[in-house]
T-cell receptor
Framework: QVQLQESGPGLVKPSETLSLTCTVS????????WSWIRQPPGKGLEWIGY???????AYNPSLNSRVAIPVDTSQNQFSLILRSVTAADSAVYFC?????????????WGQGIMISVSS | SSELTQPPSVSASPGQTARITCSGD??????TYWYQQKPGRAPMLVIF???ERPSGIPERFSGSSSGTTVTLTISGVQAEDEADYYC??????????FGGGTKLTVL
């Protein structure tokens, strides 16, 4: 059974770049959509972006200029790069995999990682 | 509009039916997905493509759609169903969007 695990720094300073990694175990990246979603403390979910086959990507328009989702299929990992972070980027960040053939169906989730932006 | 609107809270007694709505301009054109999230946990998909239930999700969870409003129905609510519920769909620009979430309280 596929499992996802987020990893990253935990604490990032304002204006710096946040880099998170999602490691996929029990399966390969293959023909699935892979997404990042975040949730500020006490608030709702926010879609960040997704990739598919390393050549199709889409990002939340509100983050588009600051975000990228690179993939390393050899390591069975994909990442989230978020530039110029502010306190508003403090959140639990989740990676997720969609059901095959149904991109918005986020069927498998990582446990999430809390990221705080503070000096 | 890129917004999906959900009621902030819904309550139901055990055994009753709980209905959570989600409204948005693009919902008549795109499927909606529903997630259950319990405190400190990752969300879990409970309904996909408006009405389909993933394997392992109890039959008491069902979804329906009418125009620009979709509804998650939990028939025979149980204490373990107390959670936050989020709808998820695609807006008119093609971007994915989540509703603000609804807290279901089991009385």
């Amino acid at each position: 059974q596929v499992q996802l695990q987020e990893s990253g720094p935990g604490l990032v300073k304002p204006s710096e770049t946040l880099s998170l990694t999602c490691t996929v175990s029990g399966g390969s990246i293959g023909d699935y959509y892979w997404s990042w979603i975040r949730q500020p403390p006490g608030k709702g979910l926010e879609w960040i972006g997704y990739f598919y086959h390393n050549d199709i990507t889409a990002y939340n328009p509100s983050l588009n200029s600051r975000v990228a989702i690179p993939v390393d299929t050899s390591q069975n990992q994909f990442s989230l790069i978020l530039r110029s972070v502010t306190a508003a980027d403090s959140a639990v960040y989740f990676c997720a995999r969609s059901r095959i053939g149904d991109p918005p169906a986020l069927h498998v989730w990582g446990q999430g990682i809390m990221i705080s932006v503070s000096s | 509009s890129s917004e999906l609107t959900q009621p902030p809270s819904v309550s139901a007694s055990p055994g009753q039916t709980a209905r959570i709505t989600c409204s948005g301009d693009a919902l008549s054109r795109h499927f909606t997905y529903w997630y259950q999230q319990k405190p400190g946990r990752a969300p879990m998909l409970v309904i996909f493509k408006d009405t389909e239930r993933p394997s392992g999700i109890p039959e008491r969870f069902s979804g329906s759609s009418s125009g620009t409003t979709v509804t998650l129905t939990i028939s025979g609510v149980q204490a373990e169903d107390e959670a936050d519920y989020y709808c998820h769909s695609t807006d008119l620009s093609g971007a994915w969007v989540f509703g603000g979430g609804t807290k279901l309280t089991v009385l």
